[in-house]
């Protein structure tokens, strides 16, 4: 059967929805899922915390025996695997809906359109591909996980309208005003992980939480590019360690000769016996690096800076999305320059938003698949 007019109208409800547990589910998508009777809506669930139960078993034990006959709305495709919980599929069948909506189909293997063929082989009506674009956008980092085993990456830039980030020797510049400050902590308790450069760990000494009151627990995964161990001791990354975790990115020591060996040896014990995890890896090979933190689970990254790091992810064609925020004021004398302004977004990236918060902008650009 056809759409419906009003299948947009709640599949951007699941979607929205879904939204409320990114970053908290580990290697489990986030979905939404809507039961919608007559117009109205009578169940809804979101993947729980640490991403079991699923959304649909929620909804519908929201929805109970009115379930029957109804339309389901899924940002995912159901599942269709026995794996740590029943499939979804049957749940959909058992309670006896009429219809189900999907925005994305599942790549996950075990799934992967049987989940749809479960649900028509049983008679329900199955319509797919409802705001796609929008579903896509909602699970991209599991699909990035799922598809190439790396993480999806959000680079964000805060650039004053003389196009610079920052200015030497000052440490953190006030860019953007509290609104958009806002808007990076929400971005920040989506992500799986958040990277700095140790170049910017040492300048700004951040501390890359999440401090929406309340929202603390969501703090990403702290991650610093530190091929030779310098992060300070008393940094508030490494102070505050032991509450929100921090991994510090060395080099392999074969690139040290014997002298600077036991140096860096020395500063790899105090940093782990801080709390720091030494993540030896081949730091000039970035794409090893994502696969590693894909292996571990690790499915949204967000860079933040500086101009080095972020320029080593775009010249690895390592972005997935730019969030170009923009205040109002110049910088001026002893700026450091962007290494990206709206002028020259490389022309892979199509320009898919803007918003507005108070005086500053902030463009959104993604990388086409
Ligand atoms: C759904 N609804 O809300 C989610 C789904 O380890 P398991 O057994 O929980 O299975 C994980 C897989 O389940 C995951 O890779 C994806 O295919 C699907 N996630 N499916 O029907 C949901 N989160
Ligand atoms: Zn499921």
Redesign the pocket.
Known sequence: MAQRPEDERFMAEAIRL?RAHLGL?S???????LIVKDGVVIGR????VG??????P?ALAEAGEAARGATAY?S??????????P???EALIAYGVARVVVSVT???Q??SGR?INMLRDAGIEVDTGILETEGRRSLAG?LMR?TRNRPYVTLKLAISADGMIGKTGEGQVRITGDAARADVQMLRAESDAILVGIGTAIADDPELTCRIPGLEDRSPLRIVIDEQLQLPLGSKLVQTARKYPVIAVAAHPPSFDDNTDAAFLGRRAALDAAGVEVLQSNASELGELLEALGTRGVSSLLVEGGAKTAQRFLDADLVDRILLFQGPADIGKGGIESPITKSNIPASFMHIGRSRFGDDLCDEYERGF
């Open positions: 879904s589910t290697t489990n998508p986030s979905v939404g899922c669930g979101v993947t729980a991403g079991r139960p699923h959304a649909e929620q899924v995912l495709e159901p599942c269709s695997h026995y794996g740590k919980t499939p979804c599929a599942d790549p996950d075990r799934v989940g599991y799922q």
